[in-house]
């Protein structure tokens, strides 16, 4: 079993920054792929941004050259990093692990970009 639990959401005025963590604990394989996706208000859950251990790293266009993903694999741990936010960035954020056949979330995080 695997267990995520994120931090770091909050309320943050447009053009700031935010760092949300995401700790990782049970069996974790070797290879796998840690990210984040969001799920604003009557819209479907998007990825965020992705990173995988074998250094596959993807990000929604949205959120280009503003999030950087990160992961620190000795503490199983995935950030991102949110920069220049956007009222339109205001969501539920969720942190993922993606090994093998199974996907595991984590209860969310909100964050709330004022305009």
């Known amino acids: 079993q695997v267990q995520l639990v994120e931090s770091g959401g909050g309320l943050v005025q447009a053009g700031g920054s935010l760092r949300l963590s995401c700790a990782a604990s049970?069996?974790?394989?070797?290879?796998?792929?840690m990210g984040w996706y969001r799920q604003a208000p009557g819209k479907q859950r998007e990825l965020v941004a992705s990173?995988?251990?074998?250094?596959?790293?993807s990000y929604a266009d949205s959120v280009k050259g503003r999030f950087t993903i990160s992961r620190d694999n000795a503490k199983k741990t995935v950030y991102l990093q949110m920069n220049s936010l956007k009222s339109e960035d205001t969501a539920v954020y969720y942190c993922n692990l993606g090994q093998r056949a199974y996907s595991y979330w984590g209860q969310g995080t909100q964050v709330t970009v004022s305009s």
């Open positions: 049970g069996n974790i394989f070797s290879i796998n792929t």
């Open positions: 990173d995988s251990t074998i250094g596959r790293i």
